[in-house]
């Protein structure tokens, strides 16, 4: 490609740093043929949760080319480095947040049942919206021309969250403008319901579409309108042997505190399908069962959308005990793929981690109990061996699926006292429903890249 032929692509975050996370290893092989990259935020709160000392934030830093964001007044702004545009939008204080989080509860939530309240959370948000407009004028944040948007060669996204309503700037953009698609998260999609759509929808000329099992292809087809020829099933890029090397090459943060071997926490904020109670008692049990009983140590991974500040951290601090902080139990903002690297196993209350875990043959327990909830105990929920209701990865056996204490204790066993077959159980599972093949970041960045120079 020539020098004065630049090809400009925009990475759509959405939602968040996740879908970077995915695209990663590919930019990098992308960036060797001379390709700018601008990443976008079209949600605020991805870049406030996001910590600026994370090897996530360190290596986005590294592949922007410049940065797009939305401030909290609902206008695009410009950035030249990742680092200006968190502190830009990172004006909003606690109490901002609070009156934002309010707004939301009152317009969204169980009281917008009352048109009243509903009605006062929209004052509430059109207020907002000016006060924090005032304060990013005040800023001299640089707002983004829109138009330019369609000076762009292509859009790297996930094209399953296209339809969001932060989303609607790419929504308006030329279909002309190829899409290239992978999906945020690690996960069997092949047996959600997104991808098991009644009727077939309209062909779609220009999405390509990169996926990790040959499984998801009559999904993409059907439910997304993605030709069967668009499709390519690569597997994972971010499984990539090169990839995961230079990952664990990343310096160690300066602060970070570091144990010999401990047990990886794969967290996330307490929820309708974890919720408070529950996502309690789960922590005791691991407490009681990994600290107390083997003596063995937790390292934390907090999913952004965790408030160590608020409840979350507070569940963590009484059970585990905030005086014991570094000396048994740690936070850590590393990569996944580094924390995992000297863990013994793993624990997570459902996420898309595991998989990334077995890429380093790494197994995880995923403790969530979903019985008697009934948005997620009913008819239509996926079903384990015994009936209970699971989510993807419990029902497609790549974690090990525990509702109780009992079950708990019985896997942590399983892996401290039979780790070869409790690891090969799930591990084949892996490499039976994943396309793996090593160089899968090169084979996406390529087929891009020749797209590209067609244009």
């Not at 959405?14 to 935020?41: C, H, Q, R, Y």
């Not at 207020?127 to 292509?154: H, P, Q, T």
């Not at 937790?298 to 569940?315: A, F, M, N, T, Y």
Request: aromatic share 10%; proline share 4%; hydrophobic share 35%.
């Amino acid at each position: 490609m020539l020098k004065n032929d630049v090809k400009k692509l925009i990475l759509w975050a959405s939602p968040g740093f996740g879908m970077i996370d995915v695209w990663l290893p590919v930019i990098k092989e992308i960036k060797k043929n001379n390709i700018v990259i601008i990443t976008a935020f079209p949600e605020p709160s991805s870049l406030r949760l996001e910590e600026s000392n994370s090897d996530l934030f360190y290596l986005t830093e590294q592949i922007s080319d410049g940065v797009i964001y939305r401030g909290y007044s609902g206008r695009l702004f410009y950035a030249k480095s990742l680092i200006e545009a968190k502190n830009n939008v990172c004006i909003i204080n606690n109490i901002d947040d609070k009156i934002l989080k309010l707004s939301r509860r009152l317009i969204n939530g169980r009281a917008s049942k009352l048109l009243i309240l509903k009605s006062i959370g929209k004052c509430i948000r059109y207020v907002f919206k000016i006060y924090i407009k005032i304060k990013e004028n005040i800023r001299g944040c640089d707002l983004y021309n829109e138009s330019l948007l369609s000076e762009m060669d292509g859009i790297l996204l996930d094209i399953t969250v296209e339809n969001k309503p932060v989303n609607t700037e790419i929504k308006k953009l030329r279909e002309c403008i190829p899409r290239f698609s992978m999906l945020h998260g690690l996960g069997a999609g092949w047996v959600e319901s997104y991808m098991c759509c009644p009727n077939k929808v309209k062909i779609r000329q220009n999405v390509y579409m990169y996926t990790t099992s040959i499984l998801e292809e009559s999904g993409y087809n059907n439910c997304f309108g993605i030709k069967k020829r668009n499709i390519l099933s690569v597997g994972m890029p971010r499984h990539d042997s090169d990839w995961i090397d230079y990952i664990r090459s990343q310096p160690k943060a300066v602060n970070n505190k570091d144990f010999d071997a401990y047990v990886f926490i794969i967290s996330r904020p307490a929820s309708p399908f974890n919720t408070i109670e529950r996502k309690t008692k789960a922590i005791k049990h691991i407490y009681d069962i990994v600290c107390i009983k083997h003596k063995l140590k937790l390292v934390i991974k907090s999913h952004p959308k965790e408030s160590l500040e608020g409840c979350d951290g507070r569940i963590y601090d009484n059970i585990l005990g905030k005086e014991n902080y570094g000396k048994n139990w740690v936070y850590s903002n590393e990569h996944p793929f580094k924390i995992g690297s000297k863990a013994i196993f793993c624990i997570s209350f459902y996420s898309g981690v595991p998989i990334d875990m077995l890429a380093i043959k790494k197994p995880t327990i995923e403790y969530l109990d979903l019985n008697g909830l009934t948005h997620y105990d009913n008819e239509a929920s996926l079903r384990g061996k015994n009936g209970e209701p699971v989510f993807q990865y419990r029902y497609t056996n790549l974690v090990l699926g525990a509702s109780s204490k009992e079950e708990l204790e019985r896997h942590v066993n399983s892996i401290l006292y039979d780790y070869n077959k409790t690891l090969s159980y799930l591990y084949s599972n892996y490499t039976d429903y994943f396309s793996l093949t090593e160089g899968a970041s090169k084979k996406v960045a390529n087929d891009i890249h020749n797209k590209l120079t067609q244009i």
